[in-house]
T-cell receptor
Framework: DAKTTQPPSMDCAEGRAANLPCNHSTISGNEYVYWYRQIHSQGPQYIIHGLKNNETNEMASLIITEDRKSSTLILPHATLRDTAVYYCIVRALNQGGKLIFGQGTELSVKP | GAVVSQHPSWVICKSGTSVKIECRSLDFQATTMFWYRQFPKQSLMLMATSNEGSKATYEQGVEKDKFLINHASLTLSTLTVTSAHPEDSSFYIC??????????FGPGTRLTVL
């Protein structure tokens, strides 16, 4: 599976949009981009995933560049409860299924 | 999304004893489940893949005789830490893929070995 690069930490003001970048320059054509987050002392929570088109759900939006070498997770109106470590992971479907976690981005939402 | 549970949520045991952790998919079936370990201020590290009806597949460096995995049914996988020692103290997390192959994680089990 391709590796990802994320900034180690970011701050965001409560109520503002949080934009979390991820670089995955070696992504293969059949690999999806997945985002998870982990609030302290809990299991990771699935957020969103996509292949090449932008995706949106009730939690976030995922913007993938046309060359697929990078993506951005957008939390449109961050709240204090969004403070967590956010992981960007790339993997192909139905090929063993395992997720390999990097170090992620520690997002701190401040009042 | 799909729900995965773990039991117990935390456990304290004496050095040399064995501890069993259960992982259940509550509203879906999973032929494969995954076990991770996480030390403080570190990321999740994949330990093994649990396969229903066959042997687990362990990642490099993970002792299969120390971390016994049994995938008894399509909704249950267990991880047994045998002869636990203080260095095995960690946060153990399982995951399972639903029918869309999206992984859902359990809440984790905090193991403390005295």
């Amino acid at each position: 599976d391709a590796k990802t690069t994320q900034p180690p930490s970011m701050d965001c003001a409560e109520g503002r949009a949080a934009n979390l970048p991820c670089n995955h320059s070696t992504i293969s054509g059949n690999e999806y981009v997945y985002w998870y987050r982990q609030i302290h002392s809990q299991g990771p929570q699935y957020i969103i995933h996509g292949l090449k088109n932008n995706e949106t759900n009730e939690m976030a939006s995922l913007i993938i560049t046309e060359d697929r070498k990078s993506s951005t997770l957008i939390l449109p109106h961050a709240t204090l409860r969004d403070t967590a470590v956010y992981y960007c992971i790339v993997r192909a479907l139905n090929q063993g299924g395992k997720l390999i976690f990097g170090q992620g981005t520690e997002l701190s939402v401040k009042p | 999304g799909a729900v995965v549970s773990q039991h117990p949520s935390w456990v304290i045991c004496k050095s040399g004893t064995s501890v069993k952790i259960e992982c259940r998919s509550l509203d879906f079936q999973a032929t494969t489940m995954f076990w991770y370990r996480q030390f403080p201020k570190q990321s999740l590290m994949l330990m093994a893949t649990s396969n229903e009806g066959s042997k687990a597949t362990y990642e490099q460096g993970v002792e299969k005789d120390k971390f016994l995995i049994n995938h008894a049914s399509l909704t249950l996988s267990t991880l047994t830490v045998t002869s636990a020692h203080p260095e095995d103290s960690s946060f153990y997390i399982c995951s399972a893929p639903d029918h869309t192959d999206t992984q859902y994680f359990g809440p984790g089990t905090r193991l403390t070995v005295l």
